[in-house]
C-alpha cells in the first residue's frame, strides 16, 4: 500500500523562522516522523519566503520535500490555451488573494507532472485554502484530495486585539479567511472552544463545527516537571513578544502594582523576547513607573531562556490565544506559571488548573498582581500534563472520494437573460460567445429596453427572423417604454423557464466552458447558489480573440462585511439558481449598482457563492458606459439605497470596520476614493484624473482654463464622458503604443492605489 501523500503549506517554521505556529508545524512533521507512519510529507511555501528548500530538507534529514511556489510576474497581458489566470498585479482586495492564487498554480503543477496529495493542509491565517477549494468545488482538480484548515488564530480575530487601524487589505485578508474556513473540507482545532468561537465570531452556522476535529499537537519536547522552588527571588518573566495582543502594558502595570504592594520582593521584572516595533517597545519601556525602572530589565531574546523560566514566575497575559505554546515550554521546563484565565488557551477543558498546577487571574491589573502573590508566596507543585493526539492525516480521510458526474441527458435549463438598450453593434459577437457555449440545454430571453437606435432596430428585426443563437432559442422581449436595467432585468427574469439564471449584457462574452462548469457545481453542492465568473477587460475585437485583456476584475464572492462598502462580491454576470428569485429580485429603484445590491442581499441572506479562479467573463470597456458618470455623491446616493434593503438587525458576524475607514477619508480623499471602489469596473486612470480635478476645484481660475481647453474632448470620448476621462483614454492609448511602458505605468499605479481598490 502505497504512503499517504500530505503537504502542509506555511511560511513560518522553527528553526527558520520565529513564533509559535512554526514550532507547531516543525514539532507536528517530527512527530509523524518519529512514528514513521505511512506517510510522505511534503512542504509547500510561498515565493516570498526566505527559507531554502535544500536547506529544510536538509534539516528534517531528506524525509520531507520542500517545494517553494514560483514568483509570478506582476502582471501579464498574455494567456495560454488552458486557462486564463490573473497575475498578482490583478487583484486589488488583498495580497493574500494572490498568494492564494500562487500556491494553487504551483500545486496544480505538481498534480500535472504526477504529484497528487491525499491531504492539503493550509493555516487559517490570509486565507490561502481559498482558491484550491473554489478549484475543487469547480471541478478543477483534487476531486480526491482533502482540503483541510488548521485554527491557528486569523488575522479577522486578532485585529481587535491588535488595535491596528483597518485598511483595504486588513478587510479583504478578513474576508478571504471567513471564505477559506467556511469551504475547507475539515477544519483542525487544538483546544475546546476555539472553534466554536470562530463559528460565533464569522457567524458560520451550528452545522460548521461538523467538521471540525479536536487534536492536542505535539507542543514542547519535555513534559510533566512540576515548578520547583530556588533559592533566592524569582524574577517575573515576560517571554512570547513585545506587541498589542500579548498584553505587555498589563503586564508593566500588574507588576509594577505587585512591586508597590510587596517592597520585599526581590526579584526582577524580566522582558526576555523579541520587540517586532522599537516604537511599540519604547512605549511600554516609558509606562514603566520611573521609580522602578532599575527593577525592569528589558533583555531581549535570549539563549538563557529556559533556564529563566525554570528558575522564574512566568506571565502569560494575553486576551487572546488559540494555543500558546510558550506556556507548554515554561511548564515543561518547570516555570511557575501566572495566566490570564480570559484567554481561551487557559480557560477550563485545556491542560491549566488553577490552584493546582498554575495561577490564572481575571484580566485585570488588580488580579495580576493578586496571582503574583499566589506564585512567589505558594508556588505551586502540580506538573502541567498534556497528550498529543496521532496527527489525523495518518488516518484515512472520509469523503474525499471524486464526485459523481452527471446523469447523462440530464441537464438543467440554463435560461440567459440579455439586456439591450442601443448596444445592436455588439449583440451578434455577445450571441456567437453563448452559442460556442459546451452546455446543451439553453435558452436566451433578449429584453430590448425600447432601444433608439437604427442598427438596434434592424438586429432585433433579424433575430425575430431566425431566433436561435448557436442552435439556444432566442425569446425576444421589447419593452413599450424604457424601463431601465434592474426593472428589464425582472422582466427578463419572468420570461425565463430555466433552472438557472445567467444575466448578461448585450456587449459582453462569456467563457464557452464556464455555463457547464457552473452548473455542475451547483448541481453536485448544494449548499452553494452563485457561481462568480472571474473577470477579464477588453477593449477591442482583436484583445478579445487574443485573450489580451487590459484590466482585471477579481472577487472573493458572498462577502458581507467588506461588500457593505465595496463590491467583491461579483460582476453583474453570474450564475444563480432560479429558486432564490422566488425570495429576491433586482431593485428597480436603483438607476446603477442594481447588481450589487442583489448580491449583497444574497449575502446577508446567508447564501454562499463560488468563485472561479481563471477568467470566464469577458467584460468590454467602453466609453460612455453607465458606469463612468457616478460621481461621489451619487455614489453615496446608491450606497445609501444599497443598505436599506438589507436585514435589520444585521448579523453579529457583519464587521463594521469598512464605514470606519470611509469615516477615516478626507473630504477631497472621498471624492477620488468612494467612487472607485464601490465599482470595479472604472479604469485606474479614470482615479487618478479625478484626484487631479479635485485638487485643481481648489483653484478655481485655473480648474475653469483646463476645463475649456478639454472641452473638445468630450465628443470624442462619447456623450456623457467628462472631457477629464476623454483626456485619460487618449493619453492612455498613446501609452499602449509603448508595450513596454504602458505595462510598467500600470502596475506602479496599482501598487500605489486607494483601499478602495480603483479599478485601471
Request: hydrophobic share 40%; with cysteine.
Amino acid at each position: 500500500m502505497s504512503p499517504r501523500k500530505v503537504c502542509l503549506v506555511t511560511d513560518e517554521l522553527h528553526p527558520f523562522t520565529n513564533g509559535g505556529i512554526g514550532r507547531i508545524v516543525h514539532n507536528l512533521i517530527l512527530d509523524s516522523l518519529r512514528r514513521e507512519a505511512a506517510v510522505e510529507l511534503h512542504l509547500l511555501m510561498p515565493s516570498f519566503v526566505q527559507m531554502k528548500a535544500e536547506e529544510v530538507e536538509a534539516h528534517f534529514e531528506g524525509r520531507v520535500t520542500v517545494h517553494i511556489a514560483e514568483e509570478r510576474p506582476l502582471w501579464e497581458p498574455g494567456f495560454d490555451e488552458g486557462g486564463v489566470y490573473p497575475p498578482p498585479g490583478a487583484f486589488t482586495d488583498t495580497l493574500c488573494h494572490a498568494h492564494s492564487m500562487e500556491l494553487l498554480l504551483h500545486l496544480r503543477r505538481l498534480a500535472a507532472e504526477g504529484t497528487r496529495f491525499d491531504v492539503i493542509e493550509f493555516p487559517d491565517y490570509r486565507g490561502w485554502s481559498f482558491c484550491t477549494s473554489q478549484e475543487k468545488f469547480l471541478g478543477g482538480g483534487f476531486q480526491d484530495t482533502e482540503i483541510t484548515v488548521r485554527l491557528h488564530s486569523t488575522a479577522g480575530i486578532l485585529a481587535p486585539y491588535e488595535r491596528t487601524p483597518p485598511s483595504r487589505d486588513q478587510l479583504g485578508q478578513f474576508e478571504l479567511e471567513r471564505k477559506a474556513l467556511y469551504d475547507a473540507d475539515r477544519v483542525i482545532a487544538h483546544i475546546p472552544g476555539v472553534a466554536a468561537l470562530n463559528q460565533t465570531f464569522y457567524g458560520f452556522p451550528e452545522t460548521w463545527l461538523e467538521k471540525v476535529i479536536q487534536e492536542f499537537p505535539p507542543v514542547a519536547e519535555q513534559a510533566g516537571r512540576a515548578p520547583t522552588v530556588g533559592p533566592g527571588e524569582p524574577d517575573i518573566l515576560f517571554v512570547t513578544k513585545v506587541q498589542p495582543l500579548k498584553r505587555p502594558d498589563l503586564f508593566v502595570r500588574g507588576v509594577s502594582t505587585f512591586l508597590r504592594r510587596f517592597p520585599r520582593f526581590g526579584g526582577r521584572a524580566v522582558f526576555a523576547c523579541h520587540a517586532p516595533n522599537e516604537s511599540y517597545l519604547a512605549t511600554m519601556k516609558a509606562l514603566v513607573p520611573s521609580d522602578l525602572r532599575g527593577r525592569f530589565v528589558f533583555a531581549g531574546p535570549v539563549q538563557e531562556r529556559a533556564e529563566l523560566m525554570s528558575r522564574g514566575i512566568v506571565v502569560i497575559p494575553s486576551d487572546f490565544e488559540s494555543l500558546n505554546l510558550t506556556a507548554y515550554e515554561a511548564a515543561a521546563v518547570g516555570a511557575r506559571l501566572v495566566l490570564n484565565g480570559r484567554c481561551p488557551a487557559f480557560v477550563p477543558g485545556t491542560p491549566f488548573a488553577d490552584g493546582v498546577n498554575c495561577h490564572t487571574f481575571d484580566g485585570s491589573v488588580e488580579g495580576l498582581a493578586d496571582a503574583l502573590e499566589k506564585a512567589w508566596r505558594a508556588p505551586t507543585t502540580g506538573a502541567v500534563t498534556w497528550t498529543a493526539v496521532a496527527p489525523y492525516w495518518e488516518s484515512p480521510s472520509p469523503g474525499t472520494a471524486a464526485p459523481a458526474p452527471l446523469p447523462r441527458g440530464k441537464h438543467p435549463r440554463v435560461s440567459i437573460v440579455i439586456t439591450n438598450y442601443n448596444l445592436g453593434r455588439f449583440l451578434p459577437e455577445t450571441l456567437a460567445s453563448i452559442g460556442a457555449t459546451d452546455y446543451p440545454e439553453l435558452e436566451v430571453v433578449l429584453v430590448d429596453d425600447a432601444s433608439t437606435e437604427a442598427f438596434d432596430h434592424e438586429v432585433l428585426r433579424l433575430i425575430e427572423r431566425s431566433p436561435a443563437a448557436g442552435g439556444a432559442p432566442v425569446r425576444l422581449v421589447r419593452n413599450a417604454v424604457n424601463r431601465g436595467l434592474p426593472a428589464s432585468r425582472n422582466i427578463g427574469l419572468r420570461a425565463a423557464t430555466g433552472d438557472y439564471i445567467l444575466p448578461l449584457d448585450a456587449d459582453d462574452c462569456i467563457n464557452p466552458r464556464f455555463i457547464r462548469m457552473a452548473v455542475e457545481a451547483l448541481e453536485r453542492h448544494p449548499q452553494f447558489d452563485v457561481v462568480v465568473p472571474s473577470t477579464g477587460y477588453f477593449d477591442s475585437d482583436e484583445a478579445l480573440e487574443q485573450r489580451r485583456f487590459c484590466d482585471y476584475a477579481l472577487f472573493i464572492g458572498d462577502c458581507p462585511s467588506l461588500g457593505m462598502v465595496a463590491n467583491r462580491l461579483s460582476s453583474a454576470t453570474s450564475l444563480m439558481r432560479r429558486s432564490l428569485f422566488d425570495r429576491f429580485r433586482y431593485n428597480e429603484q436603483l438607476t446603477s449598482y442594481e447588481d450589487w445590491d442583489l448580491y449583497l442581499r444574497l449575502a446577508h441572506g446567508g447564501h454562499r457563492f463560488l468563485v472561479t479562479n481563471a477568467i470566464h467573463f469577458h467584460y468590454r470597456r467602453r466609453p460612455g458606459s453607465m458606469i463612468s458618470g457616478v460621481n461621489p455623491r451619487r455614489h453615496l446616493e446608491l450606497l445609501f439605497q444599497l443598505h436599506q434593503g438589507l436585514p435589520r438587525p444585521m448579523s453579529g458576524s457583519v464587521q463594521l470596520a469598512p464605514f470606519l475607514l470611509l469615516a477615516a477619508q478626507a473630504p477631497a480623499e472621498v471624492a477620488t476614493v468612494t467612487t472607485e471602489v464601490a465599482v470595479d469596473t472604472v479604469p485606474l486612470r479614470y482615479g487618478v484624473v479625478d484626484a487631479l480635478n479635485g485638487t485643481l476645484k481648489r483653484v478655481p481660475f485655473m480648474h475653469q482654463l483646463l476645463k475649456q481647453a478639454a472641452g473638445g474632448l468630450t465628443q470624442a470620448g462619447g456623450e456623457g464622458v467628462p472631457p477629464r476621462y476623454a483626456l485619460a483614454d487618449l493619453l492612455n492609448n498613446a501609452l499602449k503604443r509603448m508595450p513596454v511602458i504602458h505595462p510598467t505605468v500600470k502596475v506602479v499605479m496599482n501598487s500605489t492605489r486607494r483601499w478602495t481598490g480603483a479599478r485601471r
